[in-house]
T-cell receptor
Framework: DAGVTQSPTHLIKTRGQHVTLRCSPI?????VSWYQQVLGQGPQFIFQ???????GRGNFPDRFSARQFPNYSSELNVNALLLGDSALYLC????????????FGPGTRLTVT | GQQLNQSPQSMFIQEGEDVSMNCTSS?????WLWYKQDPGEGPVLLIA?????ELTSNGRLTAQFGITRKDSFLNISASIPSDVGIYFC??????????????FGTGTSLTVIP
């Protein structure tokens, strides 16, 4: 079975631009979470969605937004990119809402210049 | 955002030795998870813990959910070279305003010397 997939793998953007990252969960999983991982640190929680509803929100500015589609895939959008947004963006899926086990995708490496 | 205090920060051990790392938080968690991450890849789930006091094993790995619900430890027995990587603890809680919250530790970098 396919695991969590994310696209694109790598991305280079300029300050001020916006970006859309995509995630497809493991088949049968209804929850998707997004994380930002800066080099040398642990992942930081951004959003969690379950059954297309937001179930959790981390401490990130309003420039970050997300949504989940009827097929349970998800998009993370970041507007007005800053240099500090450069990071590995990870998506994780799980079967249930909470508590649950999360399975991570390979991530999207975003570089902002 | 909050990060869990994980120790030690790094470990250099001989192949065959046992490893122990732990994670502490100022907040109570409902779930503790342990992950391993290799460079350039996403974290891989090792063990999930759901009840205070729970002790769970996965092969050579054993983890426990602390009685106070504010800590957890992970033990690796008889380490092998493929155990090399960064180990993260993660905790899950719920906030009345912002919903489900997930926090990751600062990571323990493990090096196994053959």
């Amino acid at each position: 079975d396919a695991g969590v997939t994310q696209s694109p793998t790598h991305l280079i953007k300029t300050r001020g631009q916006h970006v859309t990252l995509r995630c497809s969960p493991i088949s049968g999983h209804k929850s998707v979470s997004w994380y930002q991982q800066v080099l040398g640190q642990g992942p930081q929680f951004i959003f969690q969605y379950y059954e297309k509803e937001e179930r959790g929100r981390g401490n990130f500015p309003d420039r970050f937004s997300a949504r989940q589609f009827p097929n349970y895939s998800s998009e993370l959008n970041v507007n007005a990119l800053l240099l500090g947004d450069s990071a590995l963006y990870l998506c994780a899926s799980s079967i249930r809402d909470s508590p649950y086990e999360q399975y991570f995708g390979p991530g999207t490496r975003l570089t902002v210049t | 955002g909050q990060q869990l205090n994980q120790s030690p920060q790094s470990m250099f051990i001989q192949e065959g030795e046992d490893v122990s790392m732990n994670c502490t938080s100022s907040s109570i968690f409902n779930t503790w998870l342990w992950y391993k991450q290799d460079p350039g890849e996403g974290p891989v789930l090792l063990i999930a813990l759901y009840k205070a006091g729970e002790l769970t094993s996965n092969g050579r790995l054993t983890a426990q959910f602390g009685i106070t619900r504010k800590d957890s430890f992970l033990n690796i027995s008889a380490s092998i070279p493929s155990d090399v990587g960064i180990y993260f603890c993660a905790g899950q809680s719920r906030d009345s305003n912002t919903g489900n919250q997930f926090y990751f530790g600062t990571g323990t970098s493990l090096t196994v010397i053959p």
